[in-house]
Nanobody
Framework: QVQLVESGGGLVQSGHSLRLSCAASGRTVNINYWGWFRQAPGKEREFVAAMTWNGGRIHYADTLKGRFTISRDTAKNTVYLQTNSLKPEDTAVYYC?????????????????WGQGIQVTVSS
């Protein structure tokens, strides 16, 4: 089993930044892709970014490319999501996820492990 715990969310003003962290524990050696998803009220959970643990493959949602950056610290078993120039429409619960598969990294159905989610609220 793999356990994921997100941190770093909160309330920020439009234009500001947040760095979300996802601390992983357990059998993380089985994980090939780490991803971030988000879910706004009344909407479906959507893909934000994903990367392989070795950093060889990185994917971003087209609408977020250039503002959000995914990275990892292998020594700390932690994945990060740097979110810049935040907008009110970025308000959502952000989830960290992991999968042992090498399929479509943008499809939430391919992920086996999920964190509990963390709230990000951007005020105008």
């Amino acid at each position: 089993q793999v356990q994921l715990v997100e941190s770093g969310g909160g309330l920020v003003q439009s234009g500001h930044s947040l760095r979300l962290s996802c601390a992983a524990s357990g059998r993380t050696v089985n994980i090939n892709y780490w991803g971030w998803f988000r879910q706004a009220p009344g909407k479906e959970r959507e893909f934000v970014a994903a990367m392989t643990w070795n950093g060889g493959r990185i994917h971003y949602a087209d609408t977020l490319k250039g503002r959000f950056t995914i990275s990892r610290d292998t020594a700390k078993n932690t994945v990060y999501l740097q979110t810049n120039s935040l907008k009110p429409e970025d308000t959502a619960v952000y989830y960290c996820a992991g999968t042992g598969r090498l399929g479509d990294a943008t499809d939430r159905a391919n992920y086996d492990y999920w964190g509990q989610g963390i709230q990000v609220t951007v005020s105008s």
